[in-house]
């Protein structure tokens, strides 16, 4: 009897697991389905992308577009730029938004809900209002075509990182940080030891994302940005479709396939380095 | 005397929380408050760079967009489909969560392909994907069309090209959240399954009584800035509709009728406006946000 | 409650002053018309600015017409910047209080800018200005197009008037048959002898009646998802109707008059004639293009620059048209106010600066503009890049048309066979037997640009294409709107 059970159990949660794999297969070719089909349009010539109508597989397989985008575009020169303004961004501004993140979740920060509110405004009010006033006091101080623009207010933090470190605080029990007060740490120093080895998962998390985000900005950069030898990647590569008639497709499915190859060389390693930094977390637990 | 000296503790604190705050601020003061104020002072005025002119109108933008006939419908509309189309972030919230749960069920092997697969919309430029996604929308050559042998006008009607957007937004939008509802699902301890299995608890039980509400942080921050971001978006209507009519978010009215016609005294009311909507409506969900449980 | 508004006043002059010393107020200056001085010397060095827009191809041609100027005028160094075509003029808006010395400007946008002092007088005294003979070798109407007079607030060359830009090119915006399809059709339904599908194709302009009586037998079996055009361009039917929008003033609405009402009314006829599609591809960006080259369309709407396009899809041919036109306002044909076939033509502008005044950049940023607006050689790489119609009348005629020196052909390509359409168009009408001309598309006459978006989502969203409205009921719905739009242009314009 309890073995039938067992067995009835067994074939059931194969049966479940099944299902869940099917639609996890489904799932992942949705998501795979557009990339593919934005490489496959990389080979095509530009004619079967306007006028055939639309085939998956090129007809006629060709590498043109990928020696168009190699004489037009200085992808060296783009991608040392972008660096320039990911790496300080990044290193400094997470840190700012950690320790930031630190005196809103842990300490006893006056007024600590409005003034969350009041930086978050920043992100509620739409950009198009705030880019002309912006623009002409990087003009004024004669930064564009520069990077400063892009970097300086990255420096001091980013508030929807802030927001999510608050929250993932909040599930770090006080009495880690209660005992390390017991021990005469200051907080700056409970921040660093205690505070940070915990955060790592999640500020590797949303390292990765704001990476992404200023890897693939264009709005701003394209603005502050019109001289080739400055220019990040994401303007230089849209400079392959700069006009309302240019509709060169492969031309430009080129360069935003081949920007995106750094980013997933990226995604790639940091995927490995959380799932680590995950299961160090719940050890501590 | 004790009391004396816990409050000068509580000082130290508190001073020492407004230094490690700092940064934030400056920042936010130097980068984005003084823009902040001088767009919000342009939305009493009718301030045109170009041509020079300022002239101070009260509060003259902010009922010309209920009421000028030039704008009012087109402002009016574009609340109507924003409102659509912010659909996509409760849907995003809901399969992120349900895939979350099924990758992070033991018995499931290879998280990660999965999880790399499905974050690859996300690692895509914004261009691309909006591009591609036009493609396969397209009435009669679009694969999606042919797929169900249909001819289904996704991007001329002005209904369906919100379905369409919606679906492009949900399928761009998991793949972050899905990560992210992971890490807080790999944050739960197994004790508290094994617990409730040894109760003799099931599936859905665990999931609606354990899972959920340890990850009610992350919900909390994904509901917060979905809305966020959804109330703003603009990059979809120029890039993936074509500037639809049915199409045509806040953001898109702001661009095109306030900044694209140097409008800025109306641009500036019309994004005050919205702003204040978001704020209201974080705000409140901040006030209730009892439901967001944390450890501890 | 007065102490509240007190308060609330002292609060906002704070602010405003803030704004103002953020360097946000703009110039608020008007325009100008003192006379254009030359401050060029050969001995000296310049540093100048040139800003435009382009893909990295248009940008390269640009670069190497530069590098020729700088070849031949070794004191003055240009700097070459462009930004992409969508973000263009939202830069130009952020660098309103130090713009480059020159810049494009879209002739829609002209009326703002001249306004707003931003743009110098070319016109100089003792020929120190631009050099009115060389001009006199552009197109009229290109030309004319950027003089502006801001005493009597009139745009077009009059006694007084300033000259603000030098011109591009001049865009012209017309019809476009697949060649091999409409040959299908012919064949497929007999119509090889047909007086009105002759006539269509006759490179004459013919009746709106013939235009659609011959696109409905051309699309007689030519399948479900085929159409004659995938939308019809307003300008086209308005201009070519002998209708208007507004009166010459720019200040009374003139949309139920019977020439415009008509002229609508014609989009909406080729719409319940099968002709456009019924949800209307206009407005949808790449729509209407990719119907065209996906043969789904017999015909569609180019520019020259759409020939970039064109050549690099093998076996695709093309040939151009003009637009058909209307009976007038008097709803008959063959009486004196008859419609003439009108394409809207567009430029932009090269602009100086009013600031290369105080920078001493003036004269080197003319020469500039002046190069790159009529010198023959500069001219000859425009054209052969294959986006422009070149600027020079002479160049048009005896080397564009002919391709006299085989430029295009040697480039593997060829302009549409029927290019001297384009140059009738960008010629204008000289005299009252010349049936092809081109007008400047509306947006130019206007201050601002919202209402033509909104008259345009009006008549898509309306009902007109079904035919359960009438374009009448359409225009008079839509005229108070369009009134209060023109009241607001004039009270930002002359207020």
Known sequence: MEQTIKKTNQVLSAVVLGAMYAVMIVLAFTMIFPYIY???????????????????????????????????????????????????????????????????????????????????????????????????????????????????????GNISMVFFFIQFMGGIPNALLEAAKIDGCGYFKSFVHIMLPLLWPAMAAQGVFWFLGIWNDYFAPSIYLTREDVMTLQPLINRLNATQGGRDFPLVMTGAFLSSIPLIAVYLIFQKYFMSALSITSGIK | MEKHKDGKLVRREKITALAFVSPLIIGFVVFTLICMIVSFAWSFTNFNPISGRMKFDGLERYVELFTHPTYKKAFLDSIVNTLFLLLSTPLCIVISVLIASLMNSKKFKGKTFFRVVIYLPAVTSVVAVNYIWRYMFEENYGLINAFFHANIPWLTDNTLIKVAMIIKNVWGGIGTQVILFMAGMQNISDEYYEAAELDGAGAAYKFFHITLPLVTPVLFYTIITGLIGGFQLYADVELFAGGQYGSRTIVHFIRNYGVGQNLYGLASAASFLLAAVIMLITALQFKFSKWVQYTD | MKHMTKIFGVALSLVLGATMLAGCGGTGGSANVDPFVNDYDPNKEYNIE????????????????????????????????????????????????????????????????????????????????????????????????????????????????????????????????NIDLVNEQIEKNDLQNDEEVTALFSGEPVTWEVFRSAMKKLLVGAGENVYGIPYYELEHAVYSNNATFFDETVTTSTLTSTAMVDAVQFIGDLCTDGITPKDGLAGNGDGADNAFYQERALMTFVGPWDFATIWEMDGFNVDILPVPYGPGPDREYGTED?????????????????????????????????????????????????????????????????????????????????????????????????????????????????????????INQSGLYTGEKTAQEVLEAFEPSFQASLDEMNEYWKG
């Open chain 1, 38 to 156: 934005m490489v496959l349009t990389t080979f095509k010539p530009m004619q079967e992308t306007v006028q055939a109508g639309m085939h998956l597989f090129p007809v006629h397989w060709t590498a043109e577009a990928y020696a168009e985008v190699w004489e037009l575009v200085p992808f060296g020169r783009g991608i040392l730029n972008t660096m320039t303004v990911e790496i300080p961004v990044i290193l400094v501004g997470t840190f700012t938004s950690a320790l930031g993140a630190f005196a809103f979740a842990k300490m006893r920060l006056p007024c600590s809900r409005a003034l969350l509110l009041t930086l978050m405004s920043s992100m509620m009010v739409p950009f198009a209002a705030l880019f002309l006033p912006q623009y002409q006091i990087w003009s004024s101080l004669n930064l564009t075509n520069n990077l400063l623009p892009l970097i300086l207010p990255g420096l001091f």
């Open chain 3, 338 to 458: 008859d419609g003439k076939s009108t394409a809207f033509i567009g430029s932009m502008g090269y602009c100086v600066a009013a600031k290369t005044k105080e920078r001493g950049t003036s004269g080197a940023a003319l020469m500039l503009a002046e190069y790159l607006c009529f010198d023959e050689s500069a001219q000859r790489k425009f054209y052969s890049f294959g986006q422009c119609v070149p600027n020079l009348k002479d160049m048009a005629y005896n080397e564009y048309i002919p391709d006299s020196l085989g430029i295009m052909a040697d480039e593997g390509h060829t302009a549409p066979a029927s290019r001297h359409i384009f140059i009738d168009i960008v010629d204008g009408f000289k005299d009252e037997n010349d049936k092809i001309g081109g007008k400047t598309r509306i947006l130019y006459y206007t201050y601002l640009t919202s209402w033509r978006t909104n008259l345009e989502d009006t």
């Open chain 3, 50 to 177: 040139f800003l435009g827009w382009g893909d990295a191809k248009e940008q390269a041609i640009y670069q190497r017409i530069i590098n020729d100027f700088m070849a031949e005028y070794p004191n003055i160094h240009v700097t070459y910047d462009a930004s992409s075509a969508g973000e263009y003029l939202t830069k130009l808006t952020g660098e309103i209080n130090d713009l480059p010395d020159v810049f494009y400007l879209p002739d829609t946008e002209f009326l703002q800018w001249v306004d707003g002092g931003h743009l110098l007088n070319l016109l100089g005294e003792n020929g120190e200005g631009a050099d009115l003979e060389a001009l006199s070798n552009v197109w009229d109407n290109a030309v004319n197009e950027y003089y502006y007079n801001p005493e009597t607030y009139t745009l077009g060359k009059s006694e007084g008037a300033g000259l603000f830009a030098l011109p591009k090119d001049q865009g012209p915006f017309t019809l476009a048959y």
